[in-house]
């Protein structure tokens, strides 16, 4: 989406004598700060809840400069949507009270006096000092893992008293943030969220009667884990938790197409036979599990080409060296 072209239309209009277009567009938008530092003027509305204070959020913005068309930053709209933490990836005071005013889905304009964004300095040489900012900003989800940062601090027994309900929703943000990281290619700090949910879930001493709902919980977190560790090119753990996820459903599809990955890479080929295979019982019209199989059965030729190959030159060099026949 680009900003630009709707900043343009937002800054047209009827003119009025000594004003600037930020000041007729000011008139218009809500004060959220107090003392009219941070305005706010809704596109579109969002749903649900408002920002917690300590969520990461998933953005995307544009920055202007004041009375201008031109953003100050050419990448400074984001296509791709960047996921911040509140209070610590966020610089500017004004954006930090913007996205707390707002909620999943919305689209908003914001004027940041000098004191709430780059203040007397400015930040050269894109940014004068003392400069009035425009911002857009498209609020796509949040997440609030303050909850579960606490819950990581207590002790064992602490954390036995809280109920499960609540366990499983920790559980579940930190597999969501883990997924959020995961498709923007962060896959090292998605294994640090998935590897929380787990600890999370298995501190959980649950009864009999509580244990499927824990295991319904473990199962996506194992699987995401597996493909991490895929991505991060270590095989060896990527098998090892999608055989966690089998002890769970030893019958589960992409758990054996996981494990089945892991062993390709590393040249375990008849375990990763067996493994596809069984995928392939699970899924078999599944095109991923169908071309693992006919790219493992080509590598597999030529690795077997190879070996007989290596024998075959063993073998003469016994033939033709007579110190082997001596002995």
Not at 178 to 199: H, P
Not at 263 to 292: G, S, W
């Amino acid at each position: 989406m680009g900003g630009s072209a709707r900043n343009r239309g937002v800054l047209e209009g009827d003119d009025a004598p000594g004003q600037s277009p930020y000041e007729r567009l000011s008139q218009r938008m809500l004060d959220i700060s107090g003392d009219r530092g941070v305005l706010k003027d809704v596109i579109r509305e969002g749903a649900g809840e408002l920002v917690a204070p300590d969520a990461s959020v998933l953005v995307k913005y544009s920055g202007y400069l004041e009375n201008t068309d031109k953003p100050f930053d050419s990448n400074c709209f984001r296509k791709t949507p960047r996921l911040m933490k509140l209070g610590e990836d966020i610089t500017l005071w004004g954006m930090e009270l913007g996205l707390l005013s707002m909620r999943r889905g919305e689209l908003a304009r914001f004027l940041f006096k000098p004191t709430y964004a780059y203040g007397t300095l400015g930040c050269p040489p894109l940014i004068p000092p003392n400069t009035t900012v425009l911002f857009e900003i498209e609020l796509l989800d949040f997440l609030d893992s303050a909850e579960s940062d606490k819950f990581c601090a207590l002790t064992a027994e602490q954390q036995a008293q809280f109920p499960l309900e609540k366990v499983l929703k920790m559980a579940a943000t930190e597999r969501e943030f883990g997924n959020y990281l995961f498709r923007q290619n962060r896959f090292y700090d998605a294994k640090v969220r998935y590897t929380r949910a787990l600890v999370l879930l298995h501190q959980r001493s649950a009864p009999p009667e509580e244990q499927p709902l824990v295991e319904a919980a473990q199962l996506p977190v194992f699987l995401n884990l597996s493909f991490t560790y895929l991505k991060l090119e270590r095989p060896a753990l990527a098998l090892r938790t999608g055989e966690q996820a089998l002890t769970i459903d030893h019958r589960n599809a992409k758990a054996l197409f996981r494990c089945g990955q892991a062993c390709f890479l590393m040249t375990k080929y008849q375990k990763a036979r067996d493994f596809l295979v069984r995928a392939q019982k699970e899924q078999p019209f599944n095109h991923d599990i169908n071309n693992e199989l006919k790219k493992l059965a080509s590598y597999y030729r030529d690795y077997m080409d190879k070996e007989k190959e290596m024998c075959h030159r063993m073998f003469a060099c016994s033939e033709n060296d007579p110190a082997v026949g001596e002995n």
